[in-house]
């Protein structure tokens, strides 16, 4: 899995899977896009107005929680 970030156009993108096939992209909000394939794989959550989104929580960190472990950590988002 890979979050990436372009500031230039203020979009994130959460890639699950690279893209080894035909993906629709379909529109679930006009923040938010999803890349699915016909069999029902999720490629990839891409977040338009991105900073507003990945900043709103946790004091503008990305939390990784590991729920087996029980480890937290925190990588903060810069401005």
């Not at 699915?36 to 490629?43: E, L, N, R, S």
């Given at each position: 899995m890979q979050l990436t970030y372009d500031p230039r156009h203020n979009i994130a993108y959460?890639?699950?899977?690279r893209k080894t096939a035909e993906v629709e992209t379909i529109r679930v909000s006009e923040e938010l896009n999803v890349d699915?394939?016909?069999?029902?794989?999720?490629?990839g959550v891409e977040l338009l107005n991105a900073n507003e989104q990945l900043r709103s929580g946790d004091?503008?960190?990305?939390?990784?929680i590991n729920e087996a472990l029980g480890d937290r950590q925190e990588i903060?988002?810069?401005k």
């Open positions: 959460l890639r699950f899977h699915i394939a016909p069999d029902g794989t999720i490629y004091a503008g960190a990305l939390v990784v903060p988002l810069t």
